[in-house]
């Protein structure tokens, strides 16, 4: 049994992301889902129905509810600055799905509104809290592996047609920012840059080769870290039939693979070779973006729960998700430019 009131949750957006919100929130003690909003009528209607809540499709009349404490923004990526300003002026806190934004301006505006409002705002990368991921963090962080070498991530997934097709803005640039890097590729991409440190320049080259979309369904960079390590990054959404998602990281003592978020190699000089998988927490969505399970948003959305009763940060906070979303759109410009970019 809870020791406080459950805190009101309030979904905008009712694709599918948004039912893996819901699905979290219902199945935690510390949470309630009041309502959720859609763009429209029909849709709330509908929307109503699935999730059992009330349903609005005018932003002003959901955000005047009392009982919404926080915000979970699940529109398409371009379209979160404008619900998350609007609910942040009304006092309520935000917790949004990955990436922040589509471009670093639009990202800054959210988090200087959020500070302003005096509101908290956290990024959905559900994929730190798995047990492997944080295995190896405490590796890197207690020194096993020495220092940082080289980091890779390998994110060379597929996505059927229709994954595109039965959606106005997947595969866009104002809707999406991009495709298999901004969307799929950006979960490990963060988990790169958590470990690896600040990226300081990056030459990537992008290429729509299979998909009928606008941004890239592959993808390959080359990453400079400020602390001297190298890195390099593959991605796309035409690699059939898509393969687990892999962080390899090295350093001058041993190296730690995961696969699909379980460690597959653990080898460290001086020590016995250790794979401890762990339990698959959270599935991999390298054929299927719905392949995923709704735990570990559970986890994530329990620890906003607790920045907001303990006035603490949450697990991935507004800039920590600006570091993945301005790398990937260096690797875009250095594409376009055919450059060397160097990142602020």
Not at 95 to 108: F, G, H, N, W
Not at 265 to 270: P, V
């Amino acid at each position: 049994m809870t020791k406080h009131k459950p805190l009101g949750f309030g979904i905008i957006g009712t694709g599918a992301i948004a039912g893996m919100h819901a699905a979290a929130i219902n199945a935690s003690e510390e949470t309630e889902l009041v309502a959720v909003l859609s763009s429209t009528e029909a849709r709330a209607k509908l929307a109503e129905e699935k999730f059992n809540v009330p349903a609005d499709h005018d932003i002003d009349l959901f955000l005047s509810r009392k009982d919404i404490d926080v915000v979970c923004i699940c529109t398409h990526s371009g379209n979160h600055l404008e619900p998350a300003i609007a609910a942040a002026n009304v006092g309520k806190h935000i917790l949004l799905e990955k990436p922040i934004e589509v471009s670093t301006e639009r990202a800054d505006e959210l988090i200087n509104s959020c500070e302003k409002a005096g509101v908290k705002l956290g990024v959905i990368f559900q994929n730190r809290l798995k047990p492997g991921y944080l295995k190896l963090k405490e590796a890197v962080q207690s020194g096993k592996i020495g220092k940082l070498l080289m980091g890779t991530a390998a994110i060379n997934w597929y996505r059927d047609p229709s994954d595109y097709s039965s959606s106005s803005w997947k595969g866009t640039k104002d809707g999406d920012g991009g495709a298999a890097l901004i969307n799929q590729g950006v979960h490990t991409i963060d988990l790169l840059l958590d470990i690896m440190g600040d990226a300081e320049a990056v030459y990537g080259q992008v290429k729509t080769m299979v998909h009928k979309i606008e941004g890239e369904d592959l993808a390959t960079a080359i990453v400079n870290f400020k602390n001297g390590a190298l890195g390099t990054i593959t991605g796309g959404t035409s690699l059939y039939p898509g393969n687990p998602e892999r962080l390899e990281i090295y350093g001058e003592k041993g190296n730690i693979i995961l696969e699909g978020g379980k460690i597959v190699a653990w080898n460290i000089k001086d020590e016995e070779s250790e794979v401890n998988a762990g339990t698959d927490i959270g599935g991999s969505g390298a054929s299927d973006p719905m392949a995923i399970d709704f735990r570990l948003h559970q986890i994530q959305i329990e620890d906003m729960v607790e920045a907001i009763r303990n006035n603490s940060k949450p697990v991935v906070t507004g800039q920590d998700a600006k570091r993945s979303l301005a790398l990937i759109l260096g690797i875009y410009q250095s594409s376009m430019e055919n450059k060397k970019v160097n990142l602020k």
